[in-house]
């Protein structure tokens, strides 16, 4: 009978333990939200966990002293009064009450490993330069960055999305994948905690026709995007016969097919051609020999960028010079790069995208030479929108009546802010009000498409 | 699915499937080798084949862009790793005379060894060989529909696969080294009591096979434009070479040949014919009627091995 007793004496300490540890764990994650803002907490901190992608960017520390309303940065202070005071107000409107102070958990899902990581290191430097010039704006609410890692995956974009939520953040920004989205997001949905993403652009994801009224989108839809490059492409080159190439195993990919069917059909143009391939798929040559054989006259592929760039290559080397139509996973540098991308097989290609380098919104200019000065690259599109979607979520959660999920989303749907994109508010389905804007790759770089 | 006429058997994509089919070739030649003298499934046949591409890729961008360099690194460090496989995983086990288990288990975790440490050395980052090692520059025969377009890069690859084919089947016919290799093949007792040194022939077949293996990395890579190499690059050929093995006979060099060669034109007929879903599919469904039909393999006629 001892022995029994033992035994279940055993299990119930360590039982015991398990829970104790537990619960000291979860009261670590709430008493970071109530610090006050004096302490000089979390500028510059952030939790890159997991496997980073390896790119090496340094952030490098600006010169920041604590004042009585926080950490003012000198590097920035001058900028952002600069930005403040140029005519064009920094601030967001909108919200009843509001004026939140203290500091906000923020958690951010990127792909900083994995297939996707181009994107997601552009997205990093975009959230961590605008954490910087959030923090050293006065208004005395301040932003922690925890920024975590989901490999690309959809179910680790499930789990870390779960910790996000156990962590009592007040708003998750991404998942860099519309794939991990369908996956991520309705945990939070269903704890109602917002969610901006800042790429996702697959149909059915925000707002109540999507996964829930708590999901917002900082980054146009293929569907805000693709007709209107489908539209003046045809304008320009007047192309009757379509070929369409596709991803058949991954949410964003196959919703921007279903987006291009549409267009072209709405533009008149048979789909004379349609191939699928999958992710990780390295020889595209069946797929292009049997677009060859159906003589299209132009070639559209909804592709995320490690297909996108092989396929393109591939493309011209097997003499194909019809035009190319991208989606949105083609709008990465690394496209045209010649060490890691399609080099010159990228000339000529055209992508619909909610910002370009070559934009004359007064904004932009200073965003890239900022960036520039900071990363030692240009950003691009998914740098523009994470930089775009961390002062959205600063607005929606100031202007808020409180840090719960309710007042942050309500206060989130009646943001107006302008941004580098331009002036920014959410539609009726939580997506951003504006035009895209049509590139073509040209000299290496994306040009708009005149 | 889409049906065409049948120009689907157009000239193009019988020209992708060989080239396709040349790398499964010769990657299946080194499981084959090691198959046909020891009797050993050797899994980790794949990750070295990714390793040596890696190390390949290391050196072109560190020092040489050649593509005749990237080759001979290639065939070292695959050469070097299949010793050192021999003698970590294999030796011990054959020493105690384990059962042939014990082996293929011992393969598979060196193999997740390998490929763990690829993917911590690459942070699972896609590396593209260096522009300068691949061949520039394409050509087309014919014209019309039935014009076929050959890159350079394409075509270097399949002469390397056929020079390894050739030299193999050179050295396990007509040189010495090839005799003994049989020899043990069949019995190695009986090649032991007839003064050969055993270890010394397994250890060249893992250095020769493994070689190969390596070969067929690098080319895997070059043959894809822009040249990716990654850590999980094995796992895209490890069932094919398994496949190529069985389809050809387990331990014949000539099967593993005219094995790759169908498989791949096998499989991008498959997407000729508008069922890309199915490429990787059907291929192993060939496979599997081929073992219901003829278990041996086409080339395969082996007797059980004398022990």
Redesign the interface.
């Known amino acids: 009978m001892s022995r029994i007793a033992r035994k279940f004496g055993f299990y119930l300490v360590a039982l015991l333990l398990c829970s104790l540890a537990l619960a000291a764990c979860d009261n670590n994650a709430t008493t970071a939200t109530t610090a006050p803002t004096n302490t000089p907490m979390v500028v510059g901190a952030t939790n890159t966990s997991a ?4 790119m090496g960017n340094a952030t490098a520390e600006p010169n920041c002293t604590v004042t009585a309303s926080g950490k003012v940065c000198s590097t920035f202070s001058t900028v952002a009064t600069a930005l403040s005071g140029d005519g064009m107000p920094m601030t967001g409107t909108g919200g009843m009450g509001g004026g939140q102070t203290g500091t906000a958990k923020i958690g951010a899902i990127l792909s900083l ?3 996707a ?1 181009p994107y997601g290191t552009s997205q990093k430097n975009g959230l961590e330069m605008a954490r910087d010039d959030i923090n050293a704006m006065a208004g005395g609410l301040k932003l922690e960055l925890d920024i975590q890692d989901d ?1 690309s995956k959809a179910d680790q974009a499930g789990q870390v999305m779960q910790k996000l939520v156990s962590a009592k953040s007040v708003l998750v920004i991404g998942p860099t994948l519309s794939n991990g989205a369908f996956t991520a997001d309705p945990i939070a949905q269903q704890a109602g905690i917002p969610v901006l993403a800042i790429s996702n652009t697959a149909d059915k994801i925000s707002g109540k026709n999507g996964i829930g009224e708590y999901i917002f989108r900082a980054s146009l839809s293929e569907r805000q995007a693709i007709p209107p490059t489908i539209k003046a492409a045809k304008a320009k080159l007047n192309f009757s016969k379509a070929a369409l190439l596709f991803g ?1 195993d991954d949410a964003f990919t196959k919703s921007g097919a279903e987006v291009f069917k549409q267009a072209l059909a709405d533009n008149g143009v048979q789909i004379v051609a349609t ?4 992710k ?1 798929a ?2 595209f ?3 292009i ?2 677009i ?2 159906a003589a299209p006259d132009v070639i559209v592929v909804s592709g995320l960028i ?1 297909e996108a ?2 396929v393109v ?2 493309m011209r ?3 194909v010079t019809l035009p190319i139509i991208g989606g949105n996973g083609f709008n990465n540098p690394r496209l045209f790069s ?6 010159d ?1 990228a000339e000529n290609v055209i992508v619909g995208a909610a910002w370009n380098i070559a934009s004359d919104n007064p904004k932009s200019a200073d965003f890239i030479t900022r960036y520039q000065a900071k990363f030692g690259s240009n950003p691009d599109q998914f740098a523009a929108q994470a930089y775009t979607g961390l002062h959205v979520a600063y607005f929606g959660i100031k202007n808020a009546k409180s840090m719960s999920g309710a007042d942050v989303a309500a206060a989130l749907r009646t943001v107006s802010y302008n941004s580098v994109m331009g002036a920014f508010k959410f539609n009726a389905d939580q997506d951003p009000d504006m035009a895209a804007v049509v590139q073509i790759v040209q000299g290496g770089k994306f040009a708009i498409y005149k | 699915m889409h049906w ?1 006429t049948f ?1 689907v058997l ?1 000239a ?2 019988v020209v ?1 499937g060989i ?2 089919g040349s790398i499964y070739a010769l990657f299946a030649l080194g499981y084959t080798l090691v198959f046909g003298v020891l009797d050993i499934l050797n899994v980790a046949h794949a990750a070295i084949f990714m390793v040596a591409a890696f190390a390949a890729w290391w050196v072109a961008e560190a020092y040489g862009q050649n593509l005749l360099v990237a080759v001979l690194v290639a065939a070292l460090v695959g050469g070097l790793l299949g010793v050192l496989l021999d003698r970590i995983a294999f030796w011990p086990l054959r020493r105690q005379g384990a059962p042939q288990l014990s082996a293929l288990i011992s393969s598979i975790a060196v193999a997740t060894m390998l490929e763990g440490a690829a993917l911590a050395f ?5 590396k ?1 060989l ?2 300068a090692v691949v061949p520039d520059g ?1 050509f ?1 025969l014919g014209s019309g ?1 039935g ?1 076929v ?1 050959i ?1 350079f890069a394409k075509l270097v690859v399949l002469g390397t696969a056929l020079l390894g084919m050739v030299a193999l089947t050179y050295l396990v016919q007509r040189t010495r080294l090839g005799r003994e290799m049989r020899a043990v093949a069949e019995s190695p007792k009986a090649a032991a009591l007839l003064g050969i040194n055993i270890e010394r022939v397994i250890m060249i077949t893992f250095f020769i096979a493994s070689a190969l293996g390596g070969v067929a990395g690098l080319l895997f890579a070059v ?4 040249s ?1 190499v990654s850590y ?1 690059m094995g796992s ?1 050929v490890e069932l094919k070479g398994l496949a190529v093995i069985i389809l050809g006979g387990m331990g014949s060099i000539p099967g593993s040949v005219v094995g790759g060669f169908l498989l791949g034109i096998s ?2 007929l ?3 014919l ?1 069922a ?2 199915y ?1 990787d599919a059907i291929p192993f469904a060939i496979l599997f009627l081929m073992l219901l039909v003829r278990p041996s393999g086409l080339f395969g006629s082996r007797a059980r091995r004398a022990g």
């Open positions: 496997i980073s992608g390896g490993s994995g297939a990581a490999a058949d191939e699928t391939y999958k990780g390295t020889d040559s069946g797929q020999s049997n060859k054989a490690a760039i092989p290559k591939q080397d097997a003499g010649k060490e890691k991308g399609a080099g097989a | 065409q120009a157009d193009q994509q992708n080239f396709l690459s942070h699972t980052e896609t593209y260096p522009a394409r087309t529909t014009a377009t890159t043959k894809d434009a822009p990716p999980d895209k499989e991008v498959t997407i000729a508008g890309s879903g490429s």
